[in-house]
């Protein structure tokens, strides 16, 4: 093959020689490259064209989404509210509110501060704080004050105020409950009472409630326990168990169906106290000890009596009357009323052990705070503590006879909570005493 000499052609023809030889290699280079690109490689260069291209029209139609069927244009804009849905804003004039959110007011199509009251009216008007409260008038149970709308709060001296939400002017007194020795004064238009007051003199009595021999035609009431804050009552007019309301003075009978407790036969119920969960009683008629059903569940009717042992009338040392019963612990602790001496009872028996005579005419009811004893005297009318190992009495306070509300039959004695409770015959009602 002949070869030809470049360097006898001249200069300019030389230049145009190697430029054709460079621009030949340059195309044999990339049909080379061209030739081994893996198929494989080559279709992923048309996937990922493939996905930018969509990635680019979603980009495109959230930037400028599609006007809705039926118009074109721009649409609104709203700040702290809906914008309008018509869509032919223009470049000068892109905001325009439907509605605005909480806490703000539509002004000229534009939602700006509203005042807010929280339990009334807010003034009307805008606002440049957001959130800022200015009332112009507010809610039952609150006033206005500082611009707002504060409530109403009843207070209560010697007790619990009411939680109610209805007083119409800040400070009223209204109590829902009181404290100890403290007694709610009841009105009519306020059944839990609306203060509470402590009682003159110690030993005295406020009555409870208005009713008329307790609601129940219970003329006769004898004696007072109580379980955990249930009052209990026994009355010998119906020969019954009931229970009887501290708030009211109300009492309820447990079992219309039982008569006289049952087979036993005792009408004339006279002590009644509490051991635990468990109700004992004893009475005139029989003078032995009872137990006394207040849990139907077992189908034995409540306020069914069963006698305690197999001893004989007199708890088996002769007593006559038994009357006012208490518990201190475990142990039971009884007056007899004809033999005017306390004595010990066995729960298991029902035998009585004497622990001294108790220097008072006539003796009735029954009650302990803790270990005291304390004991109603019917001859002076008055509440005494009673040493429960001597039987020395001992006078509460120097209240007149009557216990100041004139009960000049008390019968019954029992604590609730630390509050002591007396029913008496001469009133037929429910009192309050203040041992301390």
């Known amino acids: 093959m002949k070869h030809t000499n470049l360097s006898s052609f001249p200069l300019r023809e030389n230049e ?20 081994h690109f893996p198929l494989k490689g080559r279709a992923l260069w048309g996937t990922l064209g493939a996905a930018l291209v969509v990635l680019v029209a979603l980009v495109v139609l959230v930037a400028c989404p599609a006007a809705p069927s039926g118009g074109g ?19 000068d004039d892109l905001t325009r509110c439907a509605s605005c959110n909480g806490g703000y007011t539509l002004v000229n199509s534009v939602c700006l ?8 009216a807010p003034v009307e008007g805008t606002t440049d704080t957001v959130g800022q409260t200015r009332c112009v008038s507010c809610d039952n149970g609150y006033r206005l004050e500082s611009r707002a709308c504060r409530l109403n709060r009843y207070v209560c001296l010697n007790g619990t105020p009411s939680s109610l939400r209805d007083a119409t002017v800040d400070g009223l007194t209204r109590c829902a409950s009181c404290d100890p020795l403290f007694f709610a004064l009841r009105g009519s238009s306020d059944a839990m009472g609306t203060t509470c007051r402590t009682l003159a003199q110690i030993g005295g009595a406020v009555r409870i409630g208005t009713a008329n021999a307790f609601d129940a035609s219970e003329r006769t009431v004898r004696e007072l326990a109580a379980i955990g804050s249930t009052l209990y009552m026994v009355g010998s007019t119906n020969d019954a168990l009931y229970t009887l309301s501290t708030t009211t003075g109300v009492a309820a009978r447990v079992d219309a169906s039982v008569s006289r407790f049952g087979a036993v036969g005792e009408r004339q119920p006279s002590g009644l106290a509490a051991i635990g ?26 306020g069914t009596a069963i006698q305690v042992g197999s001893t004989p009338p007199g708890f ?20 007899g009323s004809g033999t005017r001496i306390l004595y010990t009872l066995n729960t298991t028996t029902g035998v009585a052990t004497p622990v001294g005579n108790v220097a008072e005419g006539s003796i009735s009811g029954l009650a302990a705070i803790g270990t005291t004893l304390y004991m109603l005297g019917s001859t002076t009318d008055i509440l005494y503590i009673l040493d429960r190992t001597t039987a020395a009495l001992t006078r509460v306070g120097s209240t007149s006879a009557g216990f100041g509300v004139g009960e000049t039959e008390p019968t019954g004695l029992a604590a ?11 009133k037929r009602a429910l009192y309050a005493l203040r041992h301390q």
């Open 16 to 35: 145009r020689v190697k430029e054709r030889l460079s621009t030949r290699k340059t195309l044999q280079r990339e049909e080379h490259a061209s030739s």
């Open 73 to 91: 244009g721009i649409g609104y804009l709203c700040a702290n509210g809906t914008p309008s849905s018509l869509r032919d804003a223009s470049a």
């Open 113 to 120: 501060p509203a005042y807010l009251c929280e339990n009334g």
């Open 277 to 302: 969960n468990t109700l004992y009683m004893v009475g005139f008629d029989n003078d032995v000890l009872y137990t006394l059903n207040i849990d139907s569940a077992d189908g034995t009717p409540d």
């Open 316 to 335: 088996n040392v002769g007593i006559g009357n038994a009357a006012g019963l208490a518990a201190i612990d475990d142990t039971l602790y009884m007056l």
């Open 416 to 426: 609730v909570d630390g509050t002591l409770y007396m029913v008496g015959t001469s």
